[in-house]
């Protein structure tokens, strides 16, 4: 189900326009259905329904910036109210990026690809309902990229360095990446995947990886079960991220990259990851538990032990 409809809608003669309301309006209710109906449908139609479900948030987000300053081209959708060379910052950078991306994972994008720039953490925070304390540079949901402005958290004011600081340690490899997997696989994905995904994008592609903790690894291991169900809750959020990253590394090491697509391709024709890796892989999510745990305790020449369940 395409949205493309909603982007041409002008709603600028006024914010309070009943043409604007009633749009909303239609959206929040298709929002609900589709949500509701990803809880009740079998597992092999959850696919679609994620789809009107993740176009009706795009749209809403593209109805909700309407009147916002933009920058077009054929494959992005830029917005933003603050500054516009920051704005064209994050544009250069997403056009340098996304070819090599799509390319990667065999990706070719039905749509222009919204991405949204906030001057300040508190308006990026606000946008999510988050706390002002968060302090995410980037954000994917809903279709949609939301990120921070180069200069909200780049010291250096001048253009050369803003601009390879941003490219090699901003968040738009690592959010075109959670898109791409997204709309690949329609949503269908443990959430510590998706994060061990993007962060392995990232490395490979900027050679950017999060800043690491000599320790980080004596602090013993999340179950992936755990990971599955539980991810942003955990209390070790730098270590969850690592060990995303380091699983991926490991199918990448072992099975190639063409190991990560076949799990891709099958999480895209409805299979659940167990059964994904299975048919990708000849292993199951366990077994590959198992044989990460041993292939790490090699590379880092150290015992590794497992949390227990009650260690959040």
């Known amino acids: 189900m395409s949205m493309k409809l909603f982007e041409n809608i002008d709603t600028s003669a006024s914010p309070f326009s009943h043409t604007a309301k009633l749009l909303s309006f239609v959206l929040a209710i298709l929002f609900m259905v589709s949500t509701f109906m990803l809880i009740r449908v079998p597992e ?23 009147g916002w300053q933009h920058i077009e081209d054929d494959y992005l959708i830029i917005r933003y109210q603050g500054d516009k060379e920051e704005a064209k910052l994050v544009h250069e950078t997403a056009r340098l990026f996304f070819q090599r991306i799509c390319n990667d994972f065999g990706f070719s994008p039905e749509q222009k690809i919204p991405i949204m720039v906030y001057s300040t953490k508190e308006e990026l ?81 900027t050679s950017f990886m999060f800043e690491q903790q000599d320790e980080i690894w004596e602090q013993g291991l999340y179950p992936l079960k755990k990971m599955d169900r539980k991810f942003d809750s955990l209390i070790d959020q730098t270590l969850a991220y690592r060990q995303s990253f380091s699983v991926v590394e490991y199918i990448v090491a072992v099975y190639g990259e063409d190991g990560l697509h076949r799990i891709i391709s099958n999480l895209a024709r409805g299979l659940n990851f167990h059964e994904s890796m299975i048919e990708a892989l000849g292993t199951t999510p366990e077994q590959l538990e198992i044989q990460w745990h041993a292939w790490l305790s090699r590379e880092l020449q150290q015992p590794l032990y497992i949390k227990r369940e009650d260690q959040a």
Request: aromatic share 14%; glycine share 8%.
């Open 125 to 205: 925070n606000a946008s999510f309902g988050w706390p002002a304390s968060e302090n995410a540079m980037g954000v994917y949901w809903g279709g949609v990229i939301r990120v921070l402005a180069p200069q909200a958290w780049i010291n250096d004011r001048d253009p050369d360095t803003m601009r390879q600081i941003f490219q090699q340690s901003g968040p738009m490899v690592h959010e075109m990446t959670h898109l791409v997997l997204d709309y690949e696989a329609r949503g269908n994905y443990p959430r510590w995947f998706t994060e061990g995904l993007a962060q392995y994008e990232e490395y490979k592609i």
């Open 44 to 66: 092999s139609v959850k696919g679609y329904i994620y789809g009107v479900f993740r176009e009706v948030a795009r749209a809403q987000m593209l109805l909700r910036t309407h």
